[in-house]
């Protein structure tokens, strides 16, 4: 028998590390060659790792939520014959070796593993005291003991003072354990119930609920985390807001649905919106830009790359739909449907979720009256749709019914001014007021 070490292989091109956010496998299991031992996540993007033999799991090289290095030991194996060394790609043969860190594991020149002393201290603290039986007549482990919930119904045994004593203390006896005869709770038992167990609301069937649960912030949640954290520390927001009437641009989507091909998709209202700024951008091009504030550059890009920010089971991503300029409606609406696909799904590429220059996110209808986006860094600006409602609007003679969106919008206050904010918004919704506009050449 020998060993085979697998490393962290390379996951793409300029990636340097990967966060580990799930195991497959653990020590002891039997895998297959191919069977999938662990997956990672570089930006978005979740890969899986296979195993390029058989084997039985002798040593995991990391905790989910770690960031390990390309080219560092993963996983060791125990195979048949006297082993292949190691599978993956590392910068030295040095990297063959697992990490030589306090509380790793190490391997010994014969095989053997060692198991370091702070790793069985940790051990030995998280292991749970295996419980001891109480002596049935100790009165201290009667005051002790946790409080109960009798059946539905059933009445507890107690003397008149006692119960005098519980009522008058908002106590539900019912969740008193009785140390007395046939369970008879006692004024003891109401004592140790004061300073032990007193976990009861005074009303019967609320309860305090002081648990705590420690959930570890790994894979995407850290990476949004990550995200938002330098958005907002590095870029200074202006937000703003406006209304827009949607009513001929519902009509004008209805119409087109009804009277769509079948290999069409169905129009929502974003096509239409990514339409509008397009040909908003084609006159403030700035807009449309991602600005490197370490060097001080702004990447100004002719091609218009709109990230949509997508609400998936493992939290928000934002796939790219690449050159909206050179897309029609139909098109646009083709790919986003694609893509969000793609995303909650979890099949979306590294390519897929990159590159984008300008955003748009929208919550549908739970959108609000008003967001505050936050630009989705390095990014210059972001374009927040919200709830559409029918308003009452007074036409000049009366109130008419109208279909009002609001649209939040926040930009990068380094490099947009107010006034070309302000601009930017006013020409996307005069597009979106007047969407035959959206289809007219200038």
């Given at each position: 028998?020998?060993?085979?070490?697998?490393?962290?292989?390379?996951?793409?091109?300029?990636?340097?590390?990967?966060?580990?956010?799930?195991?497959?496998?653990?020590v002891g299991d039997l895998v297959r060659e191919d069977a999938v031992l662990a997956a990672v996540m570089t930006d978005k993007a979740t890969v899986e790792i296979p195993s390029p033999v058989d084997g039985e799991v002798l040593w995991l090289g990391a905790d989910i939520g770690?960031?390990?290095a390309i080219g560092s030991p993963l996983i060791r194996l125990k195979v048949e014959g006297e082993g292949s060394g190691s599978s993956g790609s590392g910068p030295s043969e040095k990297a063959a070796e697992p990490p030589a860190r306090t509380g790793e594991i190490e391997a010994q020149a014969d095989g053997a593993v060692?198991?370091?002393d702070a790793i069985v201290e940790r051990q030995a603290k998280s292991t749970p005291p295996q419980p001891v039986a109480?002596?049935?007549?100790?009165?201290?482990?009667?005051?002790?003991?946790?409080?109960?919930?009798?059946?539905?119904?059933?009445?507890?045994?107690?003397?008149?003072?006692?119960?005098?004593?519980?009522?008058?203390?908002?106590?539900?006896?019912r969740q008193v354990p009785g140390s007395g005869p046939a369970g008879r709770i006692t004024h003891e038992d109401l004592d140790a119930f004061f300073t032990h167990g007193r976990q009861v609301a005074k009303t019967p069937g609320l309860a305090q609920n002081t648990s705590v649960e420690h959930i570890k912030v790994v894979g995407l949640r850290r990476k949004i985390a990550e995200k938002m954290a330098i958005a907002k520390s590095h870029i200074p927001h202006i937000t703003y807001v406006e209304e827009v009437d949607v009513t001929a641009l519902e009509d004008l989507?209805?119409?087109?649905?009804?009277?769509?091909?079948?290999?069409?998709?169905k129009l929502t209202l974003l096509p239409f919106l990514m339409r509008a700024m397009v040909r908003a951008i084609a006159e403030q091009p700035h807009l449309n830009s991602v600005y490197d504030d370490e060097a001080g550059v702004v990447?100004?890009?002719?091609?218009?790359?709109?990230?949509?920010?997508?609400?998936?089971?493992?939290?928000?991503?934002?796939?790219?739909?690449k050159h909206a300029e050179a897309r029609d409606l139909w098109e646009c609406a083709a790919e986003l449907n694609r893509l969000a696909e793609a995303a909650k799904s979890g099949l979306a590429t590294r390519e897929e979720l990159g590159g984008s220059t300008i955003t748009i996110t929208s919550l549908g209808a739970m959108g609000g009256i008003v967001t505050t986006?936050?630009?989705?860094?390095?990014?210059?600006?972001?374009?927040?749709?919200?709830k559409m409602m029918v308003r009452p609007v007074w036409d000049g003679s009366t109130f008419i019914p109208r279909k009002i969106m609001n649209l939040s919008s926040s930009f990068d206050h380094r490099i947009i001014d107010g006034w070309d904010a302000a601009v930017f918004v006013q020409r996307i919704k005069t597009l979106l007021e007047t969407p035959a506009m959206i289809f007219v050449e200038a």
């Open positions: 028998m020998g060993e085979h070490l697998i490393k962290m292989p390379d996951v793409g091109e300029g990636i340097a590390e990967a966060e580990l956010v799930e195991w497959h496998v653990k770690d960031v390990v060692k198991v370091p109480e002596k049935p007549h100790a009165p201290a482990a009667r005051m002790h003991r946790a409080p109960v919930t009798r059946a539905e119904g059933e009445r507890p045994v107690a003397s008149p003072a006692v119960r005098l004593r519980a009522r008058e203390a908002g106590i539900d006896l989507r209805a119409a087109l649905n009804a009277n769509k091909r079948a290999d069409r998709p990447h100004q890009h002719g091609g218009v790359h709109v990230g949509i920010a997508t609400q998936t089971g493992s939290g928000l991503m934002v796939p790219v739909v986006p936050v630009i989705n860094y390095p990014e210059v600006a972001i374009i927040g749709v919200n």
